[in-house]
């Protein structure tokens, strides 16, 4: 039986999704900077499940700054900003739990779909949520 | 000197190891005599953790004691949290949670079997196992938001419900495992070479896997029927009305070797699948949590004063969360983690006396240890062992430094 599975095996595609690229560009930052200048196609990623929880997002003005996300946050990622009564979340420390999400009592706070977040700075723009 | 009895260290880090945990082996030429296990490399004070955050943030945490374990820890945490504060949980909600709980051990045992076949050696079977893997994972995805840390139980229920139109893909993934299920059993149990390898491999007779008090599959595979699931029903388990499997199932009288442990995990599959779809078909309506607003969940909580056991039948055994809460603090007072692994490691020295050292690898990981789960404690004996802090250690060498500095020699 395994015999024949791998035999099969030839002939069918790989399970796994090429992303971003068919072969692995030498520099993947470069490789993106050449698709946005239209030099060269993306290979998409797999869709993410609807229910997916991604990076956060944060609708500044429906935010009432009740501070009921962070009590419930187990990973310490919001921020208080006491001025303003606003937050600020800190991705990189994110678990993606989304129990803030449920928290939240006037819905200012959504799991989005994006997933692509590695960063070689914790504190760049990309990585907080104000 | 044929009589001559070596020491094998091997560990805590080693490329045959998973995780990390140290044995010192006794061998006689390839024979091996005795063995001493050193575990508490992956010890990280989970528990104090959770004593300095609220129960939320507790359940997350618990999440995070292993990864393959990230329905299994927050299940039974919720069990021993309802318990102390006496929460009612919807029927729903407990079918949607034994749901989950089958669909981890059924990715669980296929992560194992597909571990126990790169040991021996065969990785195309590694391969294979893992590529059918891979359809319970998406399924998990699809149902829960994420592959691995799902965030699906909370007290009182569970977070997110499984809706008509998910049903029929879970049905579409029993069927697909109910087709792979022979082949499976097929490739691992009737082939000549892994039986040769796992036949009379690491055995633990019926009466050590008792006085040593082996649970889950590894006790299982002794022939003892022991299952949480069925000795003590909690959920719905008790309506499931789950059987323990044991070799016999599938019509051998059990050795409790490398062999049976396969058959034990590989047949438990077969059973889960059987549990997710009799739960499709009698979960009721309703509502999947008695809290749906936090802040009430979080005042209850608070107000929560006792104490409560929760277990449940993880992939690799039983797993005990004990809890202790205090009225007025949100913290538990006292959180204990008893993970399968811990009561499975001691079975470890009679399957490896009198085996081979080829037989190490697939002996260690036919427990299917858990180092993360287990690690809750780790002893030092100061007496005979000295350990040297870094903030020591530099100071003996910035010390030095002004030694020779002034012209003094060692110390």
Not at chain 1, 98 to 122: E, K, N
Not at chain 2, 55 to 61: A, E, F, K, R
Not at chain 2, 307 to 317: S, T, V
Not at chain 2, 401 to 409: K, L, M, N, V
């Amino acid at each position: 039986m395994i015999l024949k599975t791998l035999f099969s095996q030839l002939f069918t595609r790989p399970a796994t999704n090429r992303f971003p690229a068919k072969y692995m560009p030498k520099s993947v930052l470069g490789f993106l900077g050449k698709v946005q200048a239209g030099k060269a196609t993306l290979v998409p990623p797999v869709p993410v499940p609807p229910k997916f929880r991604g990076k956060i997002a944060y609708d500044r003005e429906k935010c009432i700054g009740c501070q009921l996300c962070i009590r419930v946050c187990p990973a310490k990622v919001i921020e208080f900003l006491p001025e303003e009564k606003k937050i600020r979340m800190h991705v990189a420390r994110c678990t993606f739990c989304a129990q803030c999400v449920d928290a939240c009592p006037v819905d200012a706070l959504a799991a989005s779909p994006d997933f692509l977040l590695s960063d070689t700075d914790r504190h760049s723009t990309a990585l907080i949520v104000e | 000197m044929p009589d001559q009895v070596y020491e094998i260290p091997i560990g805590p880090i080693h490329p045959a190891l998973k995780e990390p945990i140290r044995f010192t082996f006794k061998v006689e030429g390839e024979r091996i005599r005795g063995v001493d296990i050193r575990p508490g490399f992956a010890h990280r004070g989970i528990e104090y953790m959770g004593m300095k955050r609220n129960l939320i943030q507790v359940l997350y945490l618990s999440e995070r004691i292993c990864g393959i374990c990230s329905i299994s820890h927050p299940i039974t945490l919720t069990l021993a949290v309802e318990r102390a504060a006496g929460i009612e949980v919807p029927p729903r909600a407990q079918y949607l949670r034994v749901i989950f709980a089958e669909l981890e051990r059924v990715h669980s045992h296929l992560l194992w079997a597909g571990v126990a076949a790169h040991e021996l050696g065969f990785d195309t079977l590694l391969h294979l196992t893992w590529k059918v893997r891979e359809k319970v994972l998406d399924l998990l995805e699809e149902l829960s938001g994420n592959r691995i840390d799902y965030a699906i139980p909370i007290y009182g229920g569970v977070r997110r419900d499984i809706t008509p139109e998910q049903v029929p893909q879970v049905e579409a993934m029993i069927r697909y495992y109910r087709g792979l299920l022979d082949e499976l059993l097929d490739a691992f149990l009737r082939d000549p070479s892994v039986e040769a390898r796992t036949r009379g491999v690491g055995v633990l007779a019926p009466e050590e896997a008792d006085s040593l008090c082996a649970v889950g599959p590894t006790a299982r595979a002794s022939g003892l029927a022991k299952d949480v699931r069925q000795d003590r029903p909690y959920l719905v388990y008790g309506d499931l009305g789950v059987k323990a499997i044991t070799p016999r199932e599938w019509g051998l009288e059990p050795r409790g070797d490398v062999y049976d442990k396969a058959v034990v995990r590989l047949l438990e599959v077969g059973q889960s699948l059987d549990l997710i779809e009799r739960c499709l078909v009698e979960m009721p309506e309703g509502e999947i949590t008695s809290f749906p607003k936090i802040p009430a969940l979080l005042a209850y909580l608070k107000k929560a004063d006792g104490e409560g056991l929760g277990w449940h039948e993880a992939p690799r055994g039983e797993v005990i969360h004990y809890i202790r809460l205090e009225a007025g603090v949100e913290e538990p007072v006292v959180w204990k983690v008893k993970a399968p692994t811990y009561s499975n490691l001691m079975s470890w020295v009679p399957m490896f006396v009198d085996q081979e050292i080829a037989d190490i690898p697939i002996i260690a990981a036919s427990i299917d240890p858990c180092m993360c789960c287990m690690d809750r404690v780790h002893m030092v004996d100061a007496s005979s062992e000295a350990m040297v802090q870094k903030e020591e250690l530099l100071r003996l060498s910035r010390a030095k430094t002004e030694r020779i500095c002034r012209g003094g020699g060692p110390a």
